[in-house]
């Protein structure tokens, strides 16, 4: 999650870096959470990837042996 907590703050940051007006700010204010939403969606199918992953590795492993 800290990758998504990072990027999102770097493309707030680019897209707050100018001066805006109050509706144009809450326009951009829900695209930031959105792409926040979207990252940290990546982030968990990740960390499920690699942990389905690992114990499919295990039980490879595990039969190998015997």
């Given amino acids: ?3 998504s907590n990072e ?3 770097d493309v707030a940051v680019a897209i707050l ?3 805006r007006s109050p509706q144009e700010l809450k326009r951009l204010k829900a695209i930031i959470l959105e792409v926040h939403s ?3 969606k990546m982030s968990e199918e ?3 990837y690699r942990f389905r992953k690992k114990i499919q590795e295990g039980t490879k492993t595990s ?3 015997l």
């Fill in 1 to 3: 999650m800290a990758i």
């Fill in 7 to 9: 990027l999102s703050s």
């Fill in 17 to 19: 870096a100018r001066k």
């Fill in 38 to 40: 979207a990252l940290q």
């Fill in 46 to 48: 990740a960390r499920a």
């Fill in 63 to 65: 039969k190998a042996r």
